[in-house]
């Protein structure tokens, strides 16, 4: 069995963390937030996401927490008028084998943690340093600690430290746009009436994500896209507060609903949405990446955690039966396997136009991450 180190606790970190113990492997998961807060964040599990969780265990219980749309619906800014409709449901789940769900982040992540335990991850521990020799990888975090392990997987977000230890300094582009986000009882909303549906009502120049996150509909969700001065940037961090004032003023004009979840929004945070072309490469000798340390997305597509999900389920299958002579060569196994989807999905998404109009999604959703072939190298080896 390997040991091996997992840098970041989020959605794909803690899911390849339960795989890999579940296969006998000494894991430990180090993430350097001092806890796990409930921010105030949505998110969709397409058909192909809910496929890797069926396989952790977890599905009946996001089925019972979440929202199950009807549709997937997208709307004229200001007459409401759709101009396309998914059928989810029933319909998407016979189609492509699992369902399409609602949550909130937060309900998604305490379920995956739940099947890891808890004496293996360790909050409060930021990386700071990373050697690698043929043998082995040795990580050093601002505590001081140290320790070694056979292999390291950097799950570490979109700010990853692993990345940049291996590859150096990323250059992203600022869009011209940010994000607002963020969930509110759906009991604010008063007497207003919005369609029980997720509901994308797409604006000239910027547009707005709406959905319920919870089976009772008792908590809505809504995120934004909108032109933004290049003078205005932050860090790509939720923690940064919107002003309300400025949000509903880049929204007059809109429909009824869209003005409905406006005004009785309490609060907002606000993002900069930048952009990255895909990595050349996502492996190094005995360190791997994962997720958005190595795919950061835009959120046009709904995709970014179902990637992560997807590279836990192809990464744990490349691991089978190898020993630690044999790691470089699972990286570089799963990195073919993986690299070609994820960036299509990442460039695709950066283009802002998924499910605008008519369009088969068979692409994505049918994916099934468990049974995709692990791509062989060109002279025929594995």
């Keep these: 069995m390997l040991n091996i180190a997992i840098v970041g606790a989020g959605i794909g970190g803690l899911a390849i963390a339960a795989l890999l113990k579940r296969a006998g492997h000494e894991v430990q998961v180090y993430e350097q937030a ?5 921010v105030g964040a949505g998110i969709q599990m397409a058909p192909n996401a809910m496929k890797v969780l069926r396989g952790l265990g977890i599905e009946d219980e996001l089925r019972g927490i979440a929202f199950h749309s009807g549709v997937a619906l997208s709307r ?16 998407i789940e016979n189609q492509y084998g699992a369902p399409y769900l609602f949550l909130h982040r937060a309900d998604l992540h305490a379920a995956i943690s739940s099947i890891v335990p808890a004496e293996i991850v360790h909050l409060n521990k930021k990386l700071i340093a990373l050697e690698q020799d043929n043998s082995g990888v040795v990580l050093e975090f601002a505590n001081g600690v140290r320790a070694r392990f056979d292999a390291v997987i950097g799950a570490d977000g979109v700010h990853s430290s692993v990345r940049e230890m291996l590859f ?16 509110y ?11 029980p549906a997720r509901t994308k009502w797409w604006g000239p120049d910027r547009h707005m994500v709406v959905y319920y996150v919870t089976a009772a509909r008792d908590e809505l969700y809504f995120v934004t ?4 001065s290049a003078d205005w940037m932050t860090p790509e961090s939720w923690s940064a507060k919107g002003d309300l004032d400025e949000l509903r003023a880049a929204y007059v ?3 009824p609903e869209v003005q409905a979840v406006l005004d009785a929004c309490p609060e907002v945070y606000k993002w900069a949405l930048l952009d990255r072309d895909p990595l050349p ?3 190094q000798g005995r360190v791997a990446l994962m997720g958005d340390a190595c795919h950061p997305m835009t959120p046009y597509m709904a995709q ?28 570089a196994l799963y990195e073919r396997t993986r690299k070609p989807r994820a960036s299509a999905i990442q460039t695709s998404s950066s283009n802002n136009t998924w499910l605008r109009g008519n369009t088969d999604p068979g692409w994505v959703y049918g994916y099934d991450a468990w049974t995709t072939p692990l791509v062989a190298q060109p002279n025929g080896g594995e």
Excluded: K, M
Aim: with cysteine; hydrophobic share 35%.
């Design 34 to 38: 001092p806890r796990f807060a409930r």
């Design 76 to 91: 004229e800014w200001n007459t409401g008028e759709i101009t396309s409709e998914l059928v989810l449901g029933r319909a």
């Design 168 to 183: 150096g300094p990323e250059q992203p582009r600022f869009t011209g746009r940010v994000a607002y986000r963020t969930t």
């Design 185 to 195: 009882a759906a009991s604010r909303l008063g007497s207003s009436r919005i369609t």
């Design 225 to 228: 896209s909108v032109p933004e």
């Design 253 to 255: 004009g809109f429909h």
């Design 281 to 283: 490469r996502w492996c």
């Design 304 to 331: 970014g955690a179902a990637a992560a999900l997807e590279d836990a389920a192809v990464l744990s299958r490349c691991l089978e039966g190898i020993d630690r002579s044999g790691l470089p060569h699972a990286f």
